[in-house]
């Protein structure tokens, strides 16, 4: 157990078409407003994505996904923010760590484009390496596990064996278990109750669970998307308890007060 607070990493999909936000936010002043208040709002990294990781998702060519993220990332870094780029895209990570980015969250761990982490190896840049099988379009036919937990862990072992080859060192990495990646609900609820084995790879680990489709399944049907809210935040909380270095979230508010709450009940037991 530890009494660090977790970083809070803001999302902002500047996309038509995400499962939570699709739209909201692809107008250039509309994703930079939202930025900002994600961050008044506790956010201590806004990850900038232009691309849909939603199941059954296509994909877009880095020319139209650099379109989109990298005027946001550049008007963000500009005024001192952390930015992350979420993206699988080797091209638009380097392109977005250019212009300011300090973190490049792959969710493919690097096997969606061979090059991602050499171009990353040559930036100072954090390497969020996410646990992927396969593209949107068919990651739900991959969902098979004998031991999930296990076999996550196996794989992102890998991908950490792949970036150390291409020369990126240990400090920069960060593992992240792809909640909802080929996985269904009973996997996600059982990688986060194991979160300690995937941190006895010795690596830091980015939770995320917000708004995804296995905490819409403890709410009615027609639960609006905001309702995962309130999910998420308890998951947040539970995920910084068992060690996690960050947390993603579309509310960055309501996650930084459950935080802020779950720090303040741990300085009790110091005091």
């Known amino acids: 157990m530890t009494s660090e607070t977790p970083h809070v990493m803001g999302v902002v999909n500047v996309t038509p078409d995400s499962f939570s936000d699709g739209g909201q936010f ?4 509309a994703a930079l407003s939202h930025a900002l208040q994600l961050a008044a709002d506790g956010a201590d990294i806004i990850d900038v994505g ?3 990781t939603r199941p059954g998702a296509d994909r877009v060519t880095p020319a139209e996904e650099q ?3 990298l005027p946001l990332v550049r008007a963000l870094a500009g005024r001192d923010i952390a930015v ?3 993206t699988m895209n080797a091209e638009t990570a380097a392109r977005a760590v250019h212009e300011g980015a300090v973190i490049v969250n792959d969710v493919s761990g690097g096997l969606a484009d061979a ?7 040559s930036t100072p840049a954090i390497f969020v390496i996410g646990h992927w099988r396969t593209h949107s379009a068919t990651m739900n036919a991959f969902a098979d596990y004998d031991d999930v937990v296990t076999e996550v862990r196996d794989e992102l072992s890998k991908r950490v064996d792949d970036a150390r080859a291409a020369g990126i060192s240990g400090d920069r990495i960060v593992l992240d278990p792809g909640l909802g990646f080929s996985k269904n609900g009973s996997h996600n609820w059982e990688l986060l109750a194991r979160l300690d084995e995937l941190l006895e790879l010795g690596y830091p680990v980015l939770v995320g669970t917000s708004r995804k489709r296995f905490l819409g399944a403890l709410l009615p049907d027609d639960a609006p998307m905001t309702e995962r809210d309130l999910p998420t935040a308890v998951t947040s909380v539970l995920a910084a308890q068992a060690g996690a270095w960050g947390v993603r979230v579309h ?3 309501a996650t930084r007060l459950a935080l802020d709450t ?3 009940w741990q300085s009790g037991r110091r005091g």
């Open 26 to 29: 692809i107008d250039a002043d």
């Open 262 to 264: 779950w720090r303040a």
């Open 67 to 69: 379109r989109r993220v």
């Open 84 to 86: 992350s780029v979420d």
């Open 251 to 253: 509310d960055a508010s």
């Open 50 to 52: 232009g691309e849909s």
């Open 115 to 121: 090059g991602m982490a050499a171009a990353i190896a």
